[in-house]
C-alpha cells in the first residue's frame, strides 16, 4: 500500500485533526445511513398507503436532522483536513529551510539550487492531498464498508452476507491500485516523463531551432511525440484503469445481486419491505469510500514522490560548526591551516579529496593569495575559513584557538566574505549593502557605498539607495554587483576579509580603480584573496599555489620567480 | 471569458471527441439512475407478492444496467483520457507555432527561462479543460433534462423539484464558487510567486546569507511567505468544502421537498408508492451528474488564468515581418559584393532608455575576418541579433549581399549564417541528432567528417557510444569545451558562407579555450567570419578589429595598427595581460 513512514510520523503530530477529519467522515457515513432509514420509512409508508401528514411528521424531522448533521459534518472533515495539512506544511517547512540554512553552501551542490528551491516552495505544496485527502480517505475505506456490512445484519443477514462477500475485493483493488505505484510501472512513468519533457526542450531550444531554419520540422515533430506520448500513456492508463473497472463492477453487480435476491425474497414473504428498501439503499454506500480513495490515489502519490525528496533532504547531516564551550574571536587573527583536507559529501568525479594536506598561514595584517587552475581547491579554502563546513582532516587554528571553538555568530562579525558575483536579494541598493550589517545607519552606507566606488552607480539610478534590486527590479551590470560587493565589505568593517577576485573585464573604465578600491579594503586587514590578476599577487604578503587539492608552493611574488618553479613557470607564460 | 473564447476555439477539431465523452459520461450516469431505479421498482413490486413472471423485466433491467455501469465508465475514462492527450498535442503545437515568430525578441529580458517553463506548466494544466472542466456540465445538462423528463411521468412536482435542484447544486454553486475565486484567485498566485521568490533567495543567496550571519533572516521570510499561502489555499479549502457540502444539502432537501410536494398525490392515489420508490432511488442516483460541478468550477479558475497567461504571451506581435515577395540570397555568393553593409546602424531595445547601438558603419568583405571586441554590455551581441533578423525597428542601413536585409525572408537570411555562440543550445539527445539538426538526412562520413574538422572526432570515438552517445540534459555529460566543439561540428555541418562566432570560449579555461580556437581557425578558411569577443587571445589573425565601446566604434584597424594606436585597444590589452591565469 502506499504509506511513506517518515510522512506518516509528521502527521502523527496532527493525529487529533486527522482524528477528527476521520470521525467527521464516520458521522457522515452515519448520517447517511439515517438519512436512508428515514427514506426507507416513507416509501414503506406509501406502499401501505398510511403516509400522512402525521405519521411522516417524525422520518420527515429526522432525514431533515440527518441532513443537516451530514453537511456540517462532511464540511468539518475538510476544515480540519485542511488545518491539518496547513500546520504539515508550515512545520515541514520551517524545519526544511532551517535545515537548508544548517547545511551550508557546499552540501547544496552548485547546479540544484533550482530543484532545491522548488522542493522549498512547490514540493512542500504537493503533500497537501496526501495529507488532506488520502491519508483520511484511506481510514474511512478501511472502517465504513465493514461498518455499513454490520448495520446491514441487523436488518438482514443474507443481504450482509452477500456484500461481505464481495469485502475480500477491496484488498485486491487496493492491491492492483498500489501495482500501479510498483517499480516497473514508475520506471514506464519516468520513461514517459521523457516523452513530456521533449516539449519543454523545444522552447528552450527555440533559438537555436529558429537559427538553423528547423521550425517548421520542430512542429512536426511535436505532434508525433504528442501522439507517442498519448499511445505509451494509454497503454499504461488502460491496465490502470482496470483496477477502478473491477471496483466499479464490483460495486454495482453486488448491489444488483442485492436488489434480485432482496426483491424474490420480498415476493415470497420472506422479508418486509422496509429492511429490502434500506438494504438496497446502503448497497451502493459500501463502495462509496474505496471509489473516493482510489481518486485521491494520484494526488496521493506526487505527495509521496515529494515527501521522498524533502525527508532525504533532511536527514542529510548538517556540519558542525561549533564546539562548545566557545569563546569570542582572538584579537590577533593569527591564522593557520594544519594538514587540513576536506571531501565533498557528494564528490561527483573519482578523485576522493577536495583537499589535502593544506598548511598554510596568515599573518596579522597581511594578505595571502592564492592561485591555481581551476577546481585545484582555491574556493574550498576560502569556504572553510569562512566556516561553511569543518575540515575532515587537520585543523583550522586562530591565535592557536581551534575555529571550531570560536563563537559563530562574532566570527561571521570579523571574517568578511567578497565574493566575485554577490547574490543580489529582492529590496534596496542600501538593505543589500547592509547585509552584514542590517542595523548600520544611512550615513554609514553612504560612507560604504563612497569607497566601493558605487557612488556614480547610485546617483543614476531614479531612487538613488532606496532603489528597487531583484526581479521587478532595475538589475546591475557585472561591474557594478562587484562595486556593492565591495561597499557590503566596507560597511562590515571585519578586520578579516576573504576575498574571490573578479575575473578582468575588458572596460579600462570599470578597471582602472577596481584594483585601487581593492587595495584599499585590503589594507591593513587578514586577509584570505582568491587572485586571478598577476597585480594582486604582486603586492600580496605572500603567495599559496594550489593544485589538484595540495599546496605546491609558498613564498612572495619575488621569492617565486626566484626559485624557477610553478609560479615562474606561469608568469613567463603570460 | 477571452480565455474561454481561446480554449473553445482550440476544442473545435475535437468536437467529435467531446461528444463521446459526454455520451459515455451521461450513459454511466443513467446506468446507474437505471439501476437503482428498477432496483426500486424491483423491491417495491415484489413486496405486492405479484406472479414472477411479472418481475422478469425488472430483474434483466437491474443485471443490465449493473454490468454496464462499469462498462461504460471505463469507456468513459479511455475516452476522456485520450482525448486528454490530444488536447495536450494540440495546445503545443498551438502555442510552440506561436512562439515561434516571438523569440527571442518578444520573450528577452531577465526571465524569459523563468517563463517559458511557466508556461509548459500552463499548457499541462490546460490539458484537463475538456474532459474535467467542460464534459462535466454537459453530461450534467444531458443526463439532468434526460432525468426532469422521465420525473415529468410521474408528476409535475417532482419533475419541477428535481430541475430546481439540478440548477441550483449544478450551476448556482459552481458559479458562486467563482465568482468567490475572483477574489482569492490573484492573491493565491501572488503568494505562490511571493514564496517562489523567498525559496530561491535562501537557496541561491545562501553563500552569502552564511558568511553574512544573515540566515535566520532569510529563513524567517521565506517561512512567512509559506505561511501565506497556506493559509490562504486552507482558506479556500475550507470554502470549496462548504460548497461542496452546500449542493449535497441541496440535493437532499430536494428529496425532501419531492416527499412533502407529493403527500397529497399520494394520498389521492395519483402518485403510487411504487413510484415514489422510483423516484427517490432515481433523485438519489442522479446526484452523481452534479457532484464533480464544484470541483470543476475549482479547476476552471486555474485554467482561466492560465490560459491567460500563455495569451498574454501569444498575444505578442511578432518582432520581424516577411516581405510579401521576399527575395533569395544569390548562391554562390557574388565575389564583388560587400557581404555585409553596416551605415549609420542605429538600434534601441524597446523600453531601453539609450541605443544599444548608435551609429554603426562597417564593411565586411567576403572571405574576410572580421573580430568585433568589447567590453560586455558593449553591443557586441545585438549586432548579430540584428543582422540574424530578431529585430526590426533599426535605423540606418543592414544590407547583405547587397541588398537590404528586409527584402529577404528571415528564414533565408538565417541560412546564410552559421553561429556558434557562448551558450549554444544542445538537445537533451544523441550527438548525432544534435549533428542532424544542421543539416537533417546527413550521411555518417559526413558527420564525422565535421566531428574531425572541429576537433571532436578522437573524443566521439572513445566514446562508448560513438555517435550514439546520449550527451545527457542539455549536454550536460559532455565537458564544456566538448559543447562548444559539438557546437562548431554543427556550423560546419552547417555549410553557410558566414561564420558568426559569439564569445564561443567566454565559459571555458585558457586550455580548452586553444583547443576550440583552434577548432574554428581550421572551419573558418574560405568563410567570411565575423567574431565577437572580450578576450584578446589571437587577435593577429583577424583582417580587420573593430572596437566597440557603448554602441558605437571607438577604433578600427588591425592589431599591430590598433596596439601602435595606444587608443581604447590598447588599454584592454593591457588589462588584460594583467590577468593572470594560470593554466
Ligand atoms: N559543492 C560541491 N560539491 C561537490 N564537489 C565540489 C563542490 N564544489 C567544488 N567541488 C569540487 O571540489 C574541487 C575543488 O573545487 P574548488 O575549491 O571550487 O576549486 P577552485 O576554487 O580552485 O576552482 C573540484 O574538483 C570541484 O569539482
Ligand atoms: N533584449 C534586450 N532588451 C533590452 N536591452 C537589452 C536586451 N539585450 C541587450 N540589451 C542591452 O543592450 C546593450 C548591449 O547588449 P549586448 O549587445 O548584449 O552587449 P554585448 O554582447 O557586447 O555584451 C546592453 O546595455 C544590454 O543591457
Ligand atoms: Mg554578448
Redesign the interface.
Known amino acids: 500500500m502506499f504509506l511513506e513512514r517518515r510522512l506518516l510520523d509528521e502527521a502523527q503530530v496532527e493525529r487529533l485533526l486527522l482524528a477528527t477529519a476521520v470521525g467527521c467522515g464516520l458521522g457522515v457515513a452515519f448520517a447517511t445511513v439515517i438519512q436512508a432509514w428515514a427514506i426507507a420509512r416513507v416509501v414503506a409508508l406509501a406502499l401501505a398507503k398510511t403516509l400522512t401528514g402525521s405519521s411522516a411528521r417524525q422520518p420527515f424531522a429526522i432525514f431533515a436532522a440527518a441532513t443537516i448533521v451530514r453537511a456540517l459534518l462532511a464540511w468539518g472533515r475538510t476544515a480540519a483536513a485542511s488545518v491539518a495539512s496547513q500546520r504539515l506544511k508550515d512545520r515541514l517547512r520551517q524545519r526544511l529551510a532551517t535545515h537548508i540554512a544548517e547545511l551550508g553552501p557546499l552540501a547544496l551542490g552548485g547546479e540544484q539550487t533550482g530543484e532545491l528551491a522548488g522542493t522549498l516552495s512547490e514540493g512542500i505544496e504537493r503533500l497537501d492531498a496526501y495529507v488532506s485527502t488520502y491519508l483520511p480517505q484511506l481510514a474511512l475505506a478501511a472502517g465504513i464498508p465493514i461498518g455499513i456490512v454490520i448495520l446491514v445484519a441487523f436488518r438482514d443477514l443474507l443481504s450482509a452476507a452477500v456484500l461481505l462477500v464481495t469485502i475480500p475485493v477491496i484488498p485486491m483493488f487496493m492491491v492492483l491500485i498500489g501495482g500501479a505505484a510498483s517499480a516497473k510501472s514508475r520506471r514506464q512513468w519516468t520513461e514517459l516523463a521523457r516523452l513530456g519533457a521533449h516539449f519543454l526542450e523545444a522552447i528552450q531550444g527555440l533559438t537555436t531551432l529558429k537559427i538553423f531554419g528547423r521550425i517548421h520540422d520542430e512542429i512536426g515533430k511535436i505532434a508525433t511525440t504528442s501522439e507517442q506520448f498519448r499511445e505509451a500513456t494509454m497503454g499504461v492508463l488502460r491496465i490502470a484503469f482496470l483496477s477502478a473497472l473491477t471496483l466499479e463492477l464490483v460495486a454495482t453487480i453486488s448491489t444488483a445481486v442485492v436488489a434480485v435476491q432482496v426483491g424474490l425474497r420480498l415476493l415470497y414473504g420472506k422479508l418486509m419491505f422496509e429492511p429490502a428498501f434500506f438494504v438496497l439503499l446502503l448497497a451502493p454506500e459500501v463502495y462509496g469510500p474505496l471509489r473516493a480513495l482510489g481518486a485521491a490515489f494520484h494526488p496521493g502519490t506526487q505527495g509521496v514522490a515529494a515527501a521522498e525528496r524533502i525527508f532525504e533532504l533532511l536527514e542529510a547531516e548538517a556540519p558542525h560548526l561549533e564546539h562548545a564551550p566557545t569563546v569570542p574571536p582572538p584579537p590577533e587573527l593569527h591564522i593557520r591551516f594544519e594538514d587540513v583536507g576536506f571531501s565533498y559529501p557528494q564528490h561527483r568525479g573519482e578523485r576522493a579529496a577536495a583537499l589535502d594536506g593544506i598548511t598554510l598561514e596568515i599573518v596579522p595584517g597581511t594578505t595571502l593569495a592564492l592561485a591555481g587552475p581551476t577546481g585545484a581547491g582555491k574556493s574550498t579554502i576560502a569556504a572553510l575559513l569562512l566556516r561553511f563546513a569543518v575540515p575532515g582532516h587537520g585543523r583550522i587554528t586562530v591565535d592557536g584557538v581551534p575555529l571550531e571553538e570560536i563563537e559563530l555568530g562574532a566570527w561571521r562579525r570579523t571574517c568578511a566574505w567578497v565574493p566575485q558575483r554577490p547574490f543580489l536579494f529582492a529590496g534596496s541598493i542600501a538593505d543589500n549593502v547592509r547585509l552584514a550589517r542590517p542595523d548600520a545607519g544611512m550615513a554609514a552606507v553612504e560612507r560604504a557605498v563612497a569607497a566601493a566606488g558605487l557612488e556614480p552607480v547610485v546617483m543614476r539610478l531614479p531612487a538613488g539607495l532606496e532603489t528597487q534590486l531583484g526581479e521587478g527590479g532595475a538589475g546591475l551590470s557585472g561591474g557594478e554587483l562587484q562595486r556593492l560587493a565591495l561597499a557590503r565589505a566596507f560597511l562590515a568593517e571585519a578586520p578579516c576579509l576573504v576575498l574571490d577576485e573578479p575575473a578582468a573585464h575588458l572596460d579600462p573604465r570599470l578597471e582602472a580603480d577596481l584594483g585601487a578600491v581593492m587595495s584599499r579594503l585590503l589594507d591593513g586587514r587578514t586577509a584570505l584573496v582568491i587572485a586571478h590578476r598577476l597585480q594582486t599577487l604582486r603586492t600580496a604578503g605572500r603567495i599559496a599555489i594550489v593544485e589538484a587539492g595540495r599546496i605546491v608552493e609558498t613564498g612572495t611574488h619575488e621569492e617565486l620567480l626566484r626559485s624557477g618553479g610553478v609560479y615562474a613557470r606561469m608568469v613567463a607564460a603570460e | 471569458m477571452r480565455e474561454l473564447r481561446a480554449l473553445l476555439r482550440l476544442a473545435k477539431p475535437l468536437l467529435p471527441g467531446i461528444v463521446l465523452a459526454v455520451f459515455l459520461g451521461t450513459a454511466t450516469v443513467s446506468?446507474?439512475v437505471g439501476?437503482?431505479a428498477?432496483?426500486?421498482w424491483?423491491?417495491?413490486t415484489?413486496?405486492f407478492?405479484?406472479p414472477?413472471g411479472d418481475?422478469q423485466m425488472?430483474?434483466v433491467a437491474?443485471?443490465f444496467?449493473?454490468?454496464s455501469?462499469?462498462?461504460f465508465?471505463?469507456a468513459e475514462?479511455?475516452v476522456t483520457?485520450?482525448m486528454t492527450?490530444?488536447v495536450?498535442?494540440r495546445l503545443?503545437?498551438w502555442f510552440?507555432?506561436r512562439?515561434?515568430p516571438l523569440?527571442?525578441a518578444r520573450t528577452g529580458g531577465?526571465?524569459s527561462?523563468d517563463l517559458?517553463?511557466r508556461?509548459?506548466g500552463d499548457?499541462e494544466s490546460l490539458e484537463g479543460f475538456f474532459v474535467r472542466v467542460l464534459a462535466p456540465p454537459l453530461t450534467a445538462l444531458v443526463a439532468g433534462t434526460a432525468l426532469v423528463i422521465f420525473f415529468a411521468f410521474y408528476g409535475r412536482a417532482p419533475a419541477l423539484i428535481e430541475a430546481g435542484v439540478f440548477l441550483a447544486a449544478g450551476a448556482g454553486i459552481p458559479l458562486a464558487a467563482l465568482a468567490l475565486a475572483r477574489r482569492d484567485g490573484p492573491l493565491i498566485t501572488g503568494a505562490?510567486a511571493a514564496?517562489?521568490?523567498?525559496?530561491?533567495?535562501?537557496?541561491?543567496?545562501?553563500?552569502?546569507?552564511?558568511?553574512?550571519?544573515?540566515?535566520?533572516?532569510?529563513?524567517t521570510r521565506?517561512?512567512g511567505a509559506?505561511?501565506r499561502?497556506?493559509?490562504a489555499?486552507?482558506r479556500r479549502?475550507?470554502r470549496?468544502?462548504?460548497l461542496?457540502?452546500?449542493a449535497?444539502?441541496l440535493a437532499?432537501?430536494g428529496?425532501?421537498a419531492i416527499?412533502?410536494a407529493v403527500?397529497p398525490a399520494?394520498?389521492s392515489g395519483r402518485l403510487?408508492?411504487?413510484g415514489?420508490?422510483v423516484i427517490?432511488?432515481a433523485a438519489?442516483?442522479g446526484f452523481e451528474a452534479i457532484e464533480p460541478l464544484p470541483s470543476a468550477a475549482a479547476s476552471f479558475r486555474e485554467q482561466r488564468s492560465a490560459m491567460a497567461r500563455l495569451l498574454e504571451i501569444t498575444g505578442a506581435n511578432p518582432a520581424v515581418t516577411d516581405p510579401p515577395i521576399p527575395l533569395t540570397i544569390p548562391a554562390p555568393w557574388p565575389a564583388d559584393l560587400p557581404a555585409i553593409v553596416m551605415e549609420h546602424l542605429r538600434f534601441t531595445y524597446p523600453g531601453a532608455p539609450a541605443p544599444a547601438l548608435d551609429g554603426i558603419d562597417l564593411d565586411i568583405a567576403p572571405g574576410s575576418a572580421v573580430a568585433i571586441?568589447?567590453?560586455?554590455?558593449a553591443g557586441k551581441t545585438t549586432i548579430i541579433e540584428l543582422l540574424?533578423r530578431f529585430w526590426e525597428g533599426w535605423e540606418g542601413r543592414l544590407e547583405l549581399a547587397g541588398q537590404d536585409i528586409r527584402r529577404y525572408a528571415a528564414?533565408g537570411v538565417?541560412?546564410a549564417?552559421a553561429?556558434v555562440s557562448q551558450r549554444?543550445?544542445l538537445?537533451?539527445a544523441t550527438i548525432r541528432n544534435n549533428l542532424l539538426?544542421?543539416r537533417?538526412g546527413a550521411a555518417n562520413a559526413e558527420l564525422w567528417h565535421a566531428l574531425e574538422a572541429a576537433g571532436l572526432s578522437d573524443d566521439v570515438h572513445a566514446m562508448p557510444g560513438g555517435l550514439e552517445t546520449w550527451i545527457g540534459e542539455?549536454g550536460l555529460a559532455l565537458s564544456g569545451g566538448q559543447r562548444q566543439r559539438l557546437a562548431i561540428a554543427?556550423a560546419v555541418l552547417?555549410d553557410a558562407p558566414i561564420l558568426l562566432l559569439d564569445e564561443p570560449t567566454t565559459h571555458l579555461?585558457t586550455v580548452t579555450e586553444r583547443q576550440v580556437l583552434g577548432a574554428l581557425e581550421r572551419i573558418a578558411a574560405g568563410r567570411t567570419t565575423i567574431m565577437l569577443t572580450?578576450r584578446?587571445t589571437a587577435m593577429e589573425r583577424y583582417d580587420t578589429i573593430v572596437v566597440l565601446d557603448r554602441g558605437r566604434i571607438a577604433e578600427r584597424g588591425t592589431h599591430a595598427e590598433l596596439l601602435a594606436a595606444h587608443g581604447?585597444y590598447r588599454?584592454?590589452w593591457d588589462?588584460?595581460?594583467?590577468?593572470?591565469?594560470?593554466?
Request: glycine fraction near 10%; hydrophobic fraction near 55%; proline fraction near 3%.
Open positions: 446506468a446507474g439501476l437503482m428498477a432496483a426500486a424491483l423491491i417495491a415484489a413486496s407478492h405479484p414472477l418481475l425488472a430483474i437491474v443485471r444496467f449493473g454490468v455501469r462499469g462498462a465508465r471505463y475514462r479511455v483520457h485520450s492527450f490530444r495536450l498535442a503545443r503545437v510552440f507555432e512562439l515561434a523569440v527571442p531577465l526571465y527561462g517559458l517553463a508556461a509548459v499548457i505562490r514564496l517562489g521568490r523567498a525559496s530561491i533567495e535562501l537557496v541561491q543567496g545562501l553563500p552569502d546569507l552564511v558568511a553574512a550571519g544573515r540566515t535566520r533572516d532569510a529563513v521565506a517561512v509559506g505561511r499561502l497556506t493559509g489555499l486552507r479549502a475550507v470549496d468544502g462548504a461542496e457540502a452546500a449535497g444539502t437532499q432537501l428529496i425532501l416527499f412533502l403527500l399520494i394520498r403510487s408508492g411504487v415514489l420508490a427517490v432511488l438519489l442516483a571586441v568589447g567590453a560586455s554590455g540574424l528564414d538565417r541560412a549564417f553561429v549554444t543550445h538537445f537533451t539538426l544542421a537533417p542539455q554543427r552547417r579555461d572580450h584578446l581604447l588599454q584592454m588589462i588584460a595581460h594583467r590577468e593572470f591565469t594560470p593554466a
